[in-house]
């Protein structure tokens, strides 16, 4: 039993030393900049994404309006069609 106990501390020692060596790697000047690297693409990554979105949005709204305005040149010829349906119609029955 003694011998699991012995590699449990020297695991944990070893560790220990492992982890304050990463920490300490960790905090130099290329770290840091490495940091700000990533966290200036982040930031590059959002605005872009906002600019994608912002002009996907104003492409739904365009092609909205020219569906609009297409959904309204169908209905003024479904409306004159009707009235000559109904202007014939009108002259048959009244003869």
Not at 24 to 45: D, M, P, V
Not at 55 to 76: P, S
Request: hydrophobic share 45%; charged share 30%.
């Amino acid at each position: 039993m003694e011998c699991k106990h012995g590699n449990f501390w020297i695991g944990l020692g070893i560790g220990s030393i492992l982890g304050a060596v990463a920490y300490r790697l960790s905090r130099t000047a290329k770290a840091k900049q490495l940091e700000s690297e990533i966290y200036n693409a982040i930031h590059r990554i959002g605005r872009d994404a906002e600019i994608a979105a912002a002009h996907a949005e104003r492409k739904a709204v365009d092609l909205g309006l020219k569906a609009v305005e297409t959904g309204a040149e169908i209905a003024d010829k479904v409306a004159d069609e009707a009235d000559k349906v109904a202007g014939k119609a009108k002259d048959k029955w009244g003869k």
